[in-house]
């Protein structure tokens, strides 16, 4: 099975160019745009070539939770644009205005994973420090969902594992970058699992 590894920044995973994966890693940059841009872009090179999809996109990178405990790292199979905010004409948020055939929530939670929970990420593009009666939205990032898009569009399947760094609150800058690397020894034991 062909595997690739997506993530936004080195920060994330420091020494990611050392060789810590056999997979071919790809590093996005941050936010929904750099995300659909750099994945796009891996998956249909220059000059029209079309390399071997991937049969597995595996997405890992850090998030914030209103929730879940700081130090978990969980996976995400269903994803929401949660900036995506045009309900003064009548859409319900996170809903794309005269798209078709795109549901509002992308779910991959068919997918098998090591964790099997199926959380639902919310994607937008800011940091968030405090929820807006989001309920329903198990944890907050910059990318998934566009990835998650890509992944929709040309059938690759899809999951993401997210490290949780910070609590949605006023201390989430400040614990997002004491964290935001810790979670890269839990990711690299995950993994070892889709080869057992």
């Not at 969980?74 to 948020?93: H, N, P, Y």
Request: contains cysteine.
């Amino acid at each position: 099975m062909k595997k690739t590894i997506v993530i936004a920044t080195d920060k994330e995973f420091e020494n990611i160019e050392n060789g810590e994966f056999s997979e071919e890693v790809l590093i996005t940059g941050l936010g929904k745009v750099n995300a659909a841009i750099t994945l796009t872009h891996y998956l249909f090179q220059t000059k029209g070539y079309r390399r071997k999809l991937p049969d597995l996109l595996i997405n890992y990178g850090t998030a914030g939770s209103a929730d879940l405990p700081i130090g978990s790292l969980v996976d995400c199979t269903r994803f929401f644009q949660r900036d995506m905010d045009v309900s003064v004409m009548e859409f319900i948020k996170g809903q794309t205005p005269f798209e078709k055939d795109i549901p509002v929530i992308l779910d991959f939670s068919h997918i098998p994973n090591p964790i099997n929970k199926h959380l639902l990420c919310g994607t937008g593009d800011n940091f968030v420090t405090e929820t807006e009666n989001e309920t329903f939205i198990n944890v907050y990032d910059m990318e998934a969902y566009a990835l998650a898009k890509v992944c929709w569009k040309y059938n690759i399947n899809f999951v993401s594992y997210k490290y949780i760094t910070d609590n949605v609150n006023k201390k989430s800058v400040k614990d997002w970058n004491e964290n935001c690397a810790d979670g890269a020894e839990l990711f690299k034991k995950l993994l070892e699992k889709y080869n057992d």
